[in-house]
């Protein structure tokens, strides 16, 4: 257990639609990021959170968005949802912007119907 | 861009069948090399990280070793329970670039 938690482990929803993921860092961790994972591309660095401030951005799509909160859990909400978008969503954490030796939640399997 | 190329894409074992995985990379200032363990539908665990040429981790089993171009994971005399996908990845910056992994499956 590497002690950040993700919710839920599954969704299932319909093309079009919006979701949001959302994700706990381990105790004391300040940075969260998250990837998606599909069959075809691998493990993508979507976006980096640094105490509530966004602090890298990589593959990530207009119609997704997130935010980290004040007591830095952080949710991934994803709209307009299409086929492709079906993947594993897995959030990391780590102590600080730099320290990145990431620890990763067990994921969310997102499937669009 | 920064550019992670695994090899093989998967690797056949027998049980005690010691081997190694390659991970090349190019990057634009290296922070750091890691290696993550996956099994299949959880999250990537921890195993290792490599911050200079010619430096070396080992844990249990495994060691993995880091040269300028490339870093490789020795697996020595491995066990049906060290089948997993094994992803390297380099740092940049603050973000992480992972190579598609190699799929190890070791046969008792």
């Known amino acids: 257990d590497s002690g950040v938690t993700q919710t839920p482990k599954h969704l299932i929803t319909a093309t079009g639609q919006r979701v949001t993921l959302r994700c706990s860092p381990r105790s004391g961790d300040l940075s969260v990021y998250w990837y998606q994972q599909s069959l075809d591309q691998g493990l993508q660095f979507l976006i980096q959170?640094?105490?509530?401030?966004?602090?890298a951005k990589g593959n990530i799509l207009e119609r997704f968005s997130a935010q980290q909160f004040p007591d830095l859990h952080s949710e991934l909400n994803l709209s307009s949802l299409e086929l492709g978008d079906s993947a594993l969503y897995f959030c990391?954490?780590?102590?600080?912007?730099?320290?990145?030796?990431?620890?990763f939640g067990p994921g969310t399997r997102l499937t669009v119907l | 861009e920064d550019q992670v190329t695994q090899s093989p894409e998967a690797l056949r074992l027998q049980e005690g069948e010691s081997s190694s995985l390659n991970c090349s990379y190019t990057v634009s200032g290296l922070r750091g090399l890691f290696w993550y363990r996956q099994d299949p539908g959880k999250g990537p665990e921890f195993l290792f990280t490599?911050?200079?040429a010619g430096e070396e981790k080992e844990k249990e089993r495994l060691k993995a070793t880091l040269t300028k171009k490339e870093s490789f994971l020795h697996i020595t005399a491995p066990k049906p329970e060290d089948s997993a996908t094994y992803l390297c990845a380099v740092q940049s910056g603050s973000r992480l670039t992972f190579g598609e992994g190699t799929q190890l499956t070791v046969n008792p």
């Open positions: 490599l911050y200079s």
């Open positions: 959170y640094y105490n509530g401030e966004e602090r």
């Open positions: 990391a954490s780590s102590f600080d912007s730099f320290n990145n030796e990431q620890f």
